[in-house]
């Protein structure tokens, strides 16, 4: 019982880190591009919101992976 319990906090603690560390490239994205406004080029532009959709795209999954280990329990 003790080791379940153990085994789900680190289970928690990892997708928290992931999460915050997708959520951080995302908002420093934003932050960046709202910080050029209009100034930006289009590099900086592309690359921000490649690095949105990516993380995004990677947040879903771990969504989706949470759901079917859940499922499965």
Known sequence: MR????????FFYRISYEFRLLLNAILLSVELLERQGSECNDKIRSESLQCIRESARQM??????????????
């Not at 989706?64 to 499965?72: C, F, M, P, R, Y």
């Open 3 to 10: 080791e379940d319990i153990s085994e789900q906090l680190r």
């Open 60 to 73: 879903n999954q771990l969504f989706k992976e949470i759901l079917a280990t859940l499922s499965v329990e």
